[in-house]
């Protein structure tokens, strides 16, 4: 009798020390707060992964770029040490080149035409190609349209940017577009711009409502502009150490997770761009909603297409344009 009991209690630890063994904790890092639009996507990845995978798989977020910079994330999956990413493009066209097509300034209609875009077969394709820089691409999510702002002036023409010490992302192609409106464009890693703003290294950025309101840059920044100047995708990246050491059912769940988190984000961006303007405005902010759209568009075109055009050619913008 003895000898059973002990076998059987054997058993049960074995078990239990067997499915908690089996249980894996994935980490999630992202540049704003857990209350951001990227947050919100993050949580969804989190638990549409855990429960699709019965909780084999749980998973926590690193908000707050307490993991670095959006390139040293997306590094940092190339070697291994990071799990998960959610990133906007900004870096990515130092790793995937082809990808700075999503960043060129006045390409997307609106935000149906980028999203049926990225969930479409050219999407696809930028996805796949992550892999060329030993990344893996699981789904697109969403910044938003981006808008202008500084401490100096309102911005109404081109004219009124001449000269404005404005940080960019490290994007060669939006740095192009800022020279060409004729601001002195600086890039600069996301965890640097509060400071910088506050310090007055710089007059001004550029973001979505989404990061604006996340990042509380009434606190530094007087006036906005909605340019819209620029849709800014963001990407759910894997590294590719974890995503090949999965089974094919696992990696399914990191998908169909990957693919929650962006519509879960999607939506955030969706309230905030309803709700932003009023936020920014009762948080002392001047914004100017109604632009003429066409001066910024022309100047910033003409300056930073061909960053994009002279190495890939029209093919995939001329696509891009005719998605319906
Ligand atoms: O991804 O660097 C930027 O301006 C990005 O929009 C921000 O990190 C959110």
């Given amino acids: 009798m003895k000898h059973y009991l002990l076998g059987a209690v054997a058993g049960v630890a074995m ?12 980490v999630v890092g992202h540049a704003l707060s857990v209350e951001s639009h990227y947050g919100v996507g993050a949580q969804a990845f989190i638990d549409t992964l855990t429960e699709l995978s019965g909780g084999a798989f749980t998973g926590e977020q690193a908000p707050a770029s307490q993991l670095g910079g959006e390139r040293d994330m997306i590094e940092g999956l190339q070697i291994g040490s990071l799990d998960l990413v959610i990133t906007s493009t900004g870096p990515l066209g130092n790793f995937v080149p082809e990808a700075l097509a999503l960043d060129l300034p006045f390409l997307f209609r609106d935000y149906d035409h980028a999203r049926t875009t990225l969930d479409g077969e050219i999407g696809q394709e930028l996805l796949d190609q992550m892999r060329d820089a030993d990344l893996v691409g699981l789904a697109w999510t969403e910044n938003g349209f981006r808008h202008v702002t500084n401490s100096q002036r309102p911005i109404r023409t081109p004219e009124d940017l001449g000269g404005l010490r404005l940080r960019t992302m490290e994007n060669r192609v939006h740095m192009a577009a800022f020279e060409g409106m004729g601001a002195a464009p600086t890039p600069m890693a996301w965890p640097e711009v509060f400071g910088a703003l506050q310090q007055g290294v710089v007059d001004g950025q550029e973001n979505p409502i989404t ?8 606190e530094v920044q007087g006036y906005v502009t909605l340019t819209g100047h620029v849709y800014s995708p963001a990407i759910v990246l894997a ?15 990191f998908l169909e997770a990957a693919r929650a988190s962006a519509a879960a984000t999607r939506a955030e961006v969706d309230r905030l761009e309803r709700e932003g303007v009023e936020l920014m405005r009762a948080n ?20 930073s297409w061909s960053v994009f055009t002279d190495r890939f050619g029209t093919d995939m913008l001329e696509r891009i344009a005719a998605v319906e």
């Fill in 211 to 218: 990061v604006i309101t996340a990042a509380r840059f009434w």
């Fill in 15 to 26: 078990i239990g020390a067997a499915s908690a063994q089996a249980q894996t904790n994935v």
């Fill in 284 to 303: 002392g902010m001047d914004v100017i909603t109604e632009i003429d759209r066409a001066p910024f568009q022309e100047l910033a075109a003409e300056a």
């Fill in 239 to 253: 590294s590719p150490i974890l995503f090949d050491g999965l089974t094919e059912e696992e990696q399914g769940w």
